[in-house]
C-alpha cells in the first residue's frame, strides 16, 4: 500500500490559463475604469460600454450563426432567467459599485466590501446550494478576506463613507453575488455568446435611459476614454465573465469566486509596474496572507490508496 497523497482538485489547477486570465483581466478593470470615469460619470460611462459591447458581438454573432449557430434559450422563462442574471452581473453590480466610487468612496474601501463576496457566496452556497466547505477552507476565506484589508489598507478613507455610498456598494456586493450563483444555478448550460448579447442588450435598456435622465449623458471625449472601454468590453465583459461562468460550472461557487481575492492584489502590481507606486510594507504582508487564504480555499486534499 502506498502513502496517501496531497491531490488539488480546485478549479485554478483544472483550468489554471483560464482563472489567471480571468485574476489579470478583472484586477486591471479597476484601473482601467478609474481612467474612463474622468471622461464620463458612472451610468453614460457604462451606456458607452455595453453599447460598443453590442456593436460587437452583433457581427460575431452573424458570423457565428453560419459556422456554429447560437443556442438561444428555448422558453420565456429560460430567457427571463438568463436576463436576471445579466442585470444583476452587468447592470447592478456595475452600476453600484461605480456609482459609490462617484459619490465620493474612496476605492480602498470599494474594494474591501466587494471583497465579502467571497464570504457571502460561501454563506449562500452552504444555505442553498449544499455546498460544505472544510473547517481549513472557511479560514481560508476569512484570512483571505483579512488580506485583502491590508492591501487596500492605504486606500480607505472612511471620511468619505457616506449612506448613499455605503447603500451603493452593498448593492453592487448583493448583486455580483446573487448574479454569479444565479446563473450557474438557473442557466447551467446556456449558450455564453448568447447570453452575453442578451445581457449586454438588456443591460443597455436599463442604464441608458438613467446615463440620460439621471446625468445628461456628458462625455468628454479623449484617448483614455477609447482605451478604457475598448479593454472593459473585449476583455472584461466579454471574455473574463464568461471565464468566470466557465469555472463556476466546473468546480465549487465558494472555490471559485474566491480567485476575487487575487484581484486587487493584481491591481497594486499593475499600479508598481505602471505608475511607480511602491507597494508599502502592509500590502506585501496582505499579498502573502490574501495567497494563504486563496489557498487554503482552493486546496482539496484527497487521500488515495493503491
Same mark, same amino acid.
Request: proline fraction near 6%; charged fraction near 10%.
Given at each position: 500500500? %502506498? ?5 488539488n482538485?480546485?478549479?485554478?489547477? =483544472?483550468?489554471?490559463v ?11 478593470g479597476y484601473?482601467?475604469? @478609474? ?6 460619470p ?7 460600454r455595453f ?14 450563426? %453560419?459556422r456554429?449557430?447560437?443556442?438561444w434559450?428555448a ?7 438568463l436576463l ?9 453590480n456595475?452600476g453600484?459599485s461605480?456609482?459609490?466610487?462617484y459619490?465620493?468612496?474612496s ?5 474591501l466590501?466587494?471583497? =465579502? ?16 466547505? @472544510? ?12 488580506g485583502v484589508a491590508?492591501?487596500?489598507w ?5 471620511r ?17 453575488t446573487a ?21 449586454f442588450? =438588456?443591460?443597455?435598456?436599463?442604464l ?6 439621471v446625468?445628461?449623458?456628458p ?15 473585449i476583455?472584461a465583459?466579454?471574455?473574463?465573465v464568461?471565464?468566470?461562468?466557465t469555472?463556476?460550472? %466546473?468546480?465549487? =461557487? ?6 476575487l ?12 509596474l505602471l ?27 484527497r487521500?488515495?490508496?493503491?
Amino acid at each position: 500500500m %502506498r502513502g496517501a497523497r496531497m491531490h488539488n482538485d480546485s478549479p485554478l489547477a =483544472a483550468s489554471p490559463v483560464l482563472a489567471w486570465f480571468f485574476v489579470a483581466v478583472w484586477g486591471s478593470g479597476y484601473i482601467a475604469t @478609474k481612467a474612463g470615469l474622468q471622461y464620463a460619470p458612472p451610468f453614460t460611462f457604462l451606456t458607452l460600454r455595453f453599447a460598443t459591447g453590442l456593436a460587437l458581438l452583433v457581427p460575431l454573432a452573424l458570423y457565428w450563426q %453560419r459556422r456554429e449557430p447560437l443556442r438561444w434559450p428555448a422558453s420565456p422563462r429560460a430567457w427571463a432567467h438568463l436576463l436576471a442574471a445579466g442585470v444583476l452581473m452587468h447592470a447592478a453590480n456595475l452600476g453600484a459599485s461605480h456609482y459609490a466610487q462617484y459619490l465620493g468612496m474612496s476605492a480602498g474601501v470599494t474594494a474591501l466590501v466587494l471583497a =465579502a463576496q467571497p464570504l457571502a457566496t460561501a454563506i449562500i452556497a452552504a444555505a442553498l446550494l449544499a455546498e460544505r466547505l @472544510k473547517p481549513y477552507q472557511w479560514l481560508g476565506v476569512f484570512v483571505g478576506l483579512a488580506g485583502v484589508a491590508l492591501v487596500v489598507w492605504h486606500r480607505i478613507d472612511v471620511r468619505a463613507v457616506t449612506l448613499p455610498a455605503t447603500a451603493a456598494v452593498l448593492i453592487a456586493l448583493a448583486a455580483i453575488t446573487a448574479g454569479t450563483l444565479y446563473q450557474r444555478v438557473f442557466c447551467p448550460t446556456v449558450d455564453l455568446r448568447a447570453a452575453s448579447i442578451a445581457q449586454f442588450a =438588456a443591460t443597455l435598456a436599463l442604464l441608458a435611459p438613467l446615463a440620460v435622465a439621471v446625468e445628461g449623458f456628458p462625455v468628454r471625449f479623449g484617448w483614455p476614454l477609447v482605451a478604457s472601454i475598448a479593454f472593459l468590453v473585449i476583455c472584461a465583459s466579454i471574455l473574463a465573465v464568461n471565464a468566470l461562468h466557465t469555472l463556476m460550472r %466546473r468546480g465549487e =461557487a465558494t472555490r471559485v469566486t474566491t480567485l476575487l481575492y487575487l484581484t486587487p492584489v493584481f491591481a497594486v502590481g499593475l499600479e508598481w509596474l505602471l505608475f511607480a507606486v511602491v507597494p508599502t510594507a502592509l500590502t506585501a504582508a496582505g499579498i502573502v496572507v490574501t495567497a494563504v487564504g486563496v489557498a487554503l480555499v482552493a486546496w482539496q486534499p484527497r487521500a488515495q490508496t493503491a
